[in-house]
């Protein structure tokens, strides 16, 4: 066929395509992935992203913008609800409970690219995409979350790797069924739990997996046989002394040995050891035999947003104002969710109680009108203590107490515990995905009348 006859034909199907539905739109791009290359797309509004924050956003957007003024680039077919990875550890959920599939959960009016984000380049308003597209915007919302770097440990993928092994992690998909076997599987010597030297996505998971683990032991009648070590690399047990002070108690009382300040730095899997070093004396090392060892993996945001030196911080982290999650330098560029480098705990909750600051500071920043929505650092951690109780720490910025419930919430409870366990998933996939849960303040605001002597 010569270009002439060639021309028609792709100006039909061009046409073609742009009256299709959005699924056989879909289908059409993954099947075309390597035609397209070089194409050019143009968007008033790019979402990179797909998580909590960036599903929550595509849907503010483009139900205030109209259909395809927003684009989403999006590399994975699975969307996991991530706070339920704890639970599966446990046993008292499934894998399968965690995910939809991201057609489902994305917002029929805007665009999905599925590809990665390869390079940012925010002087021309444009990103690259691994499928070699380059997509130019208006505004650009930073949505990546983090990327796991179980490679930064040697000896550690390879552990993972061993089927049956003594080696398991809650943080990822591919790891978290592992955990539950770990947790059968051990019989005796030391259970050993780790939080590793980077800032890290829900920062309470790292011990909620040991209590749990504490709580199924004794079930099974076999916590006599085991020892239990949390070895983290944060010289405190938990961020917010409120809720420090709770949990001190809790690990005495159950026997759970806490070394502050170790790091995982290798992991011997022939012979089951882990290697820590103290990092407040570098020099000093331990080599530790483990029957199983639970794994967390440093955390960073994603390389292709960590190469672009001009949006990142010092950190690595979007390089945002942390009232406006507006970018310092960029003032068409804004970061929700863990890529962000404002300084609050990275949980779901936080991108929640973060979405409608963006999404109004985006659309005054659109219109060319000052940004007026404050973020204030809320985070919300439901600190799983077993099998039946949860604490619920809720903070903001200054890391004192922003509790949403008329009862102390640094008390184990078990109405906190089935909160976090059935009620949070609802409202995570009908509320917050589809952009209509903005955090708990305004509830808090309602209940605060309730509060008197608390
Ligand atoms: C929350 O908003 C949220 O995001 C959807 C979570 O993640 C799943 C949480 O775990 C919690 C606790 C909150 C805060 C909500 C309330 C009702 C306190």
Redo the contacts with the bound molecule.
Sequence with gaps: MTFYTCLPLALRQAKLLATRSFSERLLHRNLSASQTLNDKHECQVLVVGGGAGGCALAAKLSSRLGRNKVIVVEPADKHYYQ?MFTLIGGGMKRLEHSYKSMAEVLPKKAKWLQEAAVEFDPESNTVKTSGGNTIKYDMLLIATGLQLNYNKIPGLEEALAIPNGKVCSIYSPKYVDRVFDCLRNIQGGDAIFTYPSSPVKCPGAPQKIVYIAEHYFRKLGKRNDINIKYNTALPVLFGVKHYADALWPIVKKRNITVNTRRNLIEVKPGQDIAVFENLDNPSERFEEKYSMLHAVPPMSAPDALTRCKQLINEAGFVDVDQSTLQHKKYQNVFAIGDSSGSPNSK???SA?AQSPVVFRNMIAALEGKPLKDIYDGYA?C?LVTGYNSVI?A?FDYSLTPLE?FPVAQNKERYSMFIM?KDF?PL??WKL?LTGH?N??AL?RNLLSVFKFGK
């Design positions: 706070p949980t779901a909750a929640a919300s439901p619920l809720e949403t976090k949070m409202l995570y917050m849960w955090g708990p509830m």
